[in-house]
C-alpha cells in the first residue's frame, strides 16, 4: 500500500516569492506521482506528473517538481508566484498493482499576498 | 470537447432521502472513481469501477451505492444510510491501465443536507 504526506496544510508567499510545496511518498513498489491543483468549487486539473522517465518534470504554469527516490520526495515548486497560483494542491501517488488508483495527500491551501 | 460531467452541481437532500448523483464521460475512459472532500481531509475514494457491470469498494463505501451500465455513467447514491453525507462530491475516470495514467476530474457536486 502507498501514502502520501503534505508538510504543511497551509503555505502563504508573496506575489513574485519561490512557491515550494512538499510532498513525501511512501510505496512498496516503483511508484507513479502526480500533482494536481482545484480551485474553490472547482474539480481537480493536472499539473504535472512523473511516470519513470525524467526525474524533473514540468508541467503547465509555471510549475515543476523533481523526484528524489533517496528522499522519497516530489516537492513541487514554481519561481515566481502569482496571484492566480493561489488555489489548493494536492500530491498523489499511483499503486501500480492495484490498478490506477490514487492516493492523495491532505492537501495544501496556497495563498498568495500581494 | 470530451470530458466529464457531473450534476447536478449543488444538491439539497433532506434527512432520510435518497439522492443520486450524475457522472458522465465521453473520453472512452473504462475505469471511473468516486471521491469525497471533506475541509482537511483531501479525497476519499468511494468506489471505484475499472469495467462496465464491475465495481468494488473504496475505503468509505458504507452508506453509498453505485452502479456502472454502461461504459459512459457512473451514478452514485448516497441513502439514508450515509450519517454525515454533507461534503464535496468529485467524479474520475481514467484508462484502465496500470498506474502510468492520470484521472480527469468533473466539476463536483456540492450535497448538503438539510
Known amino acids: 500500500a502507498q501514502s502520501v504526506t503534505q508538510l504543511g496544510s497551509h503555505v502563504s508567499v508573496s506575489e513574485g516569492a519561490l512557491v515550494l510545496l512538499r510532498c513525501n511518498y511512501s510505496s512498496s513498489v516503483p511508484p507513479y506521482l502526480f500533482w494536481y491543483v482545484q480551485y474553490p468549487n472547482q474539480g481537480l486539473q493536472l499539473l504535472l506528473k512523473y511516470t519513470s522517465a525524467a526525474t524533473l518534470v514540468k508541467g503547465i504554469n509555471g510549475f515543476e517538481a523533481e523526484f528524489k527516490k533517496s528522499e522519497t520526495s516530489f516537492h513541487l515548486t514554481k519561481p515566481s508566484a502569482h496571484m492566480s497560483d493561489a488555489a489548493e494542491y494536492f500530491c498523489?501517488?499511483?499503486?501500480?498493482?492495484?490498478?490506477?488508483?490514487?492516493?492523495f495527500g491532505g492537501g495544501t491551501r496556497l495563498m498568495v499576498k500581494p | 470537447d470530451g470530458g466529464i460531467t457531473q450534476s447536478p452541481k449543488y444538491l439539497f437532500r433532506k434527512e432520510g432521502q435518497n439522492v443520486t448523483l450524475s457522472c458522465e464521460q465521453n473520453?472512452?475512459?473504462?475505469?471511473m472513481y468516486w471521491y469525497r472532500q471533506d475541509p482537511g481531509q483531501g479525497l476519499r475514494l468511494i468506489y471505484y469501477?475499472?469495467?462496465?457491470?464491475?465495481?468494488q469498494k473504496g475505503d468509505i463505501a458504507e452508506g453509498y451505492s453505485v452502479s456502472r451500465e454502461k461504459k459512459e455513467s457512473f451514478p452514485l447514491t448516497v441513502t439514508s444510510a450515509q450519517k454525515n453525507p454533507t461534503a464535496f462530491y468529485l467524479c474520475?475516470?481514467?484508462?484502465?491501465?496500470?498506474?502510468?495514467?492520470?484521472?480527469?476530474f468533473g466539476q463536483g457536486t456540492r450535497l448538503t443536507v438539510v
Open positions: 474520475a475516470s481514467s484508462i484502465a491501465v496500470r498506474g502510468r495514467t492520470e484521472a480527469f
Open positions: 473520453l472512452n475512459h473504462d475505469a
Open positions: 469501477s475499472q469495467i462496465v457491470n464491475d465495481f
Open positions: 498523489a501517488v499511483s499503486d501500480g498493482d492495484a490498478g490506477n488508483m490514487l492516493t
